[in-house]
């Protein structure tokens, strides 16, 4: 610690002494105690997991027993329906392309408070609601809108030509994947607008105005000019989107529970450790493990390509 | 100078008719959105044969239901008082300490050179760009071992100065002149007491709207509590809880009443410091 230097943003150093090493410390170990327990153990532990199973109350290594057991659902599916990873994974990238698109439409939203639509004040603060509001709120509505007694599973009826009476969208295996993507779009359309708003409200005034005197369209304005100017939160916002690729699921939880064919990767993940009782006797949340491994593994792979290449397509403007 | 010129720019009438169709699209999401809540409050004051009847439809009002709400409601033995001091508890307390913790880490790493500094900047940013998955099995096994499932320890978890809000501080001590902090040693103050009454303060708006975020967050995320406190329950869970117990016991009147009433606190602090949430997040946000 001979090299420790106050006044940092002044270049100034001064000698060391107990007091300031004492005041590190003090602001210093509650987070790294928790970093270290919480964080590096848990992750450490979690690798040592996929490799293990419980047995009579302690735990045993087996080698790859756990990946083979994902890799033969991720092939060949389960019978069992809440188990089926192969339906899992196909669902978790459908969600995943949906939120990619909703990426896209929740840039336009923010760009058009950005360009003070009619209304924008007040939509600025109604679009921020789906983030107050509990989603534990949000399903119970969801869930009586497709109730039987209302229009909605009627309409489906007649646009479908259904010859069979429609009880809930959310119980028929049809339409369930449908209604959980829908409530993802309503729920998503506005998404990162605060994020969105910070960034576009430091792009200078002039340059805008100055494109549009020489009679720049706001769709070539979007694309070649306010674009590359917030391109570095481009960037980060569509690398973490791709780096939570495995992440990706609506309210399925809450919604259907995995049921009708609607189970996505992280949600069968999260349901199998809120099921578990005693992590000594079951078996599957060493599974979790195994599977949430192979999965870090390939998203952060994809992030750094995915980053990468982003990286080289567009200069970044300096302003 | 562009200013002046801003009467020159006139809308095309196909840029203005993109505008209307936005204009309408954004009516009809927004419109959802505030009838949600609504909805919800007029379910909580009608009878559950009327909801079950006709979920949207409309019927005889009972302000009582909302009373009955403290009375009645309750999940995994708790009442709904109990699970509103476990809100507050977990998902105030939390989020307080937690952004506290935060703002002396990233104070005392942008602040003093000493050995680990950058360290910690380094690995935060790791930990926030790296999408790591499944580990909620080794969580729970770590809790479990601990003692801490279902128990008011849970709070030591939410201590993590490792995270994106450590980033929002970093940026804004950095750039905090030290000078401030000369002056107050050249009075006598200590390092606490500079941090605590210099400092800290001028960093308070910025504490105010990350608090404030991770608040709203933490109060209605059912998740993680679901899982590490199914039996002491926060205001999320316990609702999420009495709607799974709905099935036997048909009290959907109570069930919105309390989703209501769960909405009120984030609601009235988003509609008093909705200007202050927005602009110092964005402020404070992603640096370019």
Redesign the interface.
Same mark, same amino acid.
């Given at each position: 610690?001979k090299?420790?230097?106050?006044?940092?943003?002044?270049g100034k150093k001064k000698k060391i002494n107990w007091?300031?090493i004492l005041?590190?410390v %003090?602001?210093?170990i509650?987070?790294?105690v928790?970093?270290l327990?919480?964080?590096v153990?848990?992750?450490i532990?979690?690798i040592f997991?996929a490799f293990q199973r419980p047995e009579n109350g302690s735990v045993i290594f087996v080698g790859f027993e756990n990946f083979e057991w994902i890799f033969e659902r991720f092939i060949n599916g389960s019978s069992n329906p809440s188990d089926d990873l192969q339906l899992a994974l196909v669902n978790t990238l459908k969600t995943f392309c949906v939120q990619i698109i909703m990426f896209a439409i929740g840039m336009f939203?923010s760009y058009?408070i950005y360009k003070k639509?009619?209304?924008y004040r007040?939509?600025?603060?109604?679009?921020?609601?789906?983030?107050?509001?509990? @989603?534990?709120?949000?399903g119970?509505?969801y869930t009586?809108?497709m109730?039987p +007694?209302?229009f909605f599973p009627d309409f489906l009826e007649k646009l479908y030509g259904l010859d069979y009476d429609l009880a809930s969208p959310l119980a028929d295996s049809q339409f369930a994947n449908k209604m959980i993507m829908l409530n993802l779009v309503?729920l998503t359309?506005?998404a990162n607008i605060?994020?969105w708003?910070? %960034?576009f409200?430091?792009i200078p005034?002039?340059v805008v105005?100055?494109a549009?005197?020489d009679g720049v369209?706001?769709l070539r304005e979007m694309f070649q000019i306010v674009l590359p100017m917030?391109w570095?939160?481009f960037v980060?916002l569509l690398? +973490?989107n791709v @780096?939570?690729i495995?992440?990706a699921t609506g309210n399925v939880?809450?919604l259907t529970q995995g049921e009708y064919g609607t189970q996505t990767?992280?949600n069968w993940?999260?349901m199998?450790?809120?099921e578990?009782s005693?992590?000594f006797a079951t078996n599957t949340?060493?599974r979790?493990?195994?599977?949430?491994?192979m999965?870090?593994i390939i998203?952060?792979a994809l @992030?750094l390509l995915f980053r990468k290449f982003l990286n080289s397509r567009v200069e970044e403007v300096q302003y | 100078m562009f200013a002046r010129h801003r009467h020159l720019i006139r809308r095309t009438v196909a840029e203005q008719i993109t505008r209307a169709i936005v204009f309408v699209i954004f009516c009809v999401f927004a419109f959802t959105y505030l009838y949600l809540i609504f909805w919800c409050f007029y379910s909580g004051l009608r009878d559950y044969y009327s909801i079950a009847e006709k979920p949207f439809g409309f019927s005889k009002i009972y302000f009582s239901h909302y009373i009955e709400v403290f009375t009645t409601l309750e999940a995994s033995g708790s009442s709904f008082f109990e699970m509103i001091l476990n809100s507050l508890y977990f998902s105030f307390l939390g989020p307080l300490l937690c952004i506290f913790i935060t703002s002396q880490l990233a104070y005392v790493t942008s602040k003093y050179r000493f050995f680990g500094a950058g360290g910690v900047y380094f690995i935060v940013l790791i930990v926030i760009t790296l999408p790591i998955y499944g580990t909620q099995s080794a969580m729970y096994k770590l809790l479990y071992s601990i003692g801490f499932l279902n128990s008011r320890l849970m709070l030591l978890t939410s201590l993590n100065g490792f995270s994106i809000y450590y980033m929002y501080f970093y940026a804004f001590f950095k750039n905090l002149s030290w000078s401030y902090a000369e002056a107050a040693e050249l009075d006598g103050a200590n390092e606490w007491q500079i941090y605590y009454k210099v400092m800290f303060p001028q960093a308070l708006t910025m504490f105010g709207a990350l608090f404030l975020m991770l608040w709203i967050s933490d109060w209605n995320q059912y998740g993680t509590a679901l899982i590490y406190l199914p039996k002491m329950p926060t205001l999320a869970v316990g609702i999420y809880q009495f709607g799974i117990d709905m099935m036997y016991n048909n009290r959907s009147d109570l069930l919105y009443a309390a989703c209501f009433l769960s909405m009120l606190p984030p609601l009235i602090l988003f509609i008093v410091c909705n200007n202050a949430l927005m602009s110092n997040v964005s402020l404070g946000g992603i640096k370019e």
């Open positions: 610690m090299n420790l230097q106050t006044g940092v943003s002044l007091i300031h005041f590190i %003090s602001f210093m509650i987070p790294v928790q970093f327990l919480f964080y153990y848990v992750n532990s979690s997991m939203v058009f639509i009619l209304g007040a939509f600025r603060v109604i679009f921020y609601l789906p983030s107050i509001i509990s @989603a534990v709120v949000v119970y509505f009586e809108f109730a +007694t209302n309503w359309f506005p605060i994020l708003g910070g %960034s409200s430091r005034d002039s105005e100055s549009r005197l369209s706001w917030v570095p939160t980060l690398t +973490t @780096a939570g495995f992440g939880f809450l990767l992280s993940m999260y199998r450790v809120q578990a005693n992590p949340i060493y979790v493990s195994a599977l949430g491994l999965l870090t998203s952060c @992030a | -």
